[in-house]
């Protein structure tokens, strides 16, 4: 008998429940576009995470995924740093990572920007974590379903360029009514991705007293691939922000 594990039944999507994902992630990506407008120098992280949780009350969706991530210059080494009254400056890097619910299913995204032009080294792990993306979604692509498999792509590349210590995460998670469910991009997993999940791809790099940067995108996984459910760009380019 083939008996399916309650968390095997939740990750598979129906498209009511994909329906209140992508409103979700809409919903947050008009924050992010609201978001960006508000950066000045001066400004404090606690602030701006104010004004992000705000903004999701104004369109909606107050309850969210999980309390919003700000993080600004040296602090963005820091996975789960919790805003404070850090203030922005020239050439910061800026971190935010939020997500909200729609009857009470999550989104997930995280994106980098750089405040003002960034230096040689931002942009070598800005464009080294965008490649780690590129790598593991070109995987899933190819109808790769072995999560594990698909960790180790990503993970392969950061730790030959970058070094061993610098990635300390998984590479994503399944979204559902929790924002962290099964299945898990981890190097030791052996979960299988079952066609209909939504997933996060978020490989980062992270440099203590120095920053760091995260992209994640959700994807929905498909019979042969995978239909990216983020519409926010993340070429370097769209990365730099005007810094005034
Ligand atoms: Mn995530």
Redesign the pocket.
Known sequence: MNTKLIHEVRAVKSKKELENIIKAQRIAERVLEDVKKELHIGVKELEIANFIKNSFVKYGAPILSFPPIVAFGKNSANIHHEPSESKLKKGDTVMFDFGTTVNHYCS?MTRTFFFGEPNAKQKKIYLGVLKATELAMAKIAKGEKKAGVVDSTARNFLKKNFGPKNFQHGLG?GVGTV?HEWPNFKPKSTDILPVGCVM?I?PGLYFKNFGGVRI?DMILITKNSYTNLTKVPKDLKSAILKAE
Do not use: A, C, F, W
Request: charge should be negative; aromatic fraction near 0%; glycine fraction near 0%.
């Open positions: 997930d998670h924002i996060t978020e994640e």
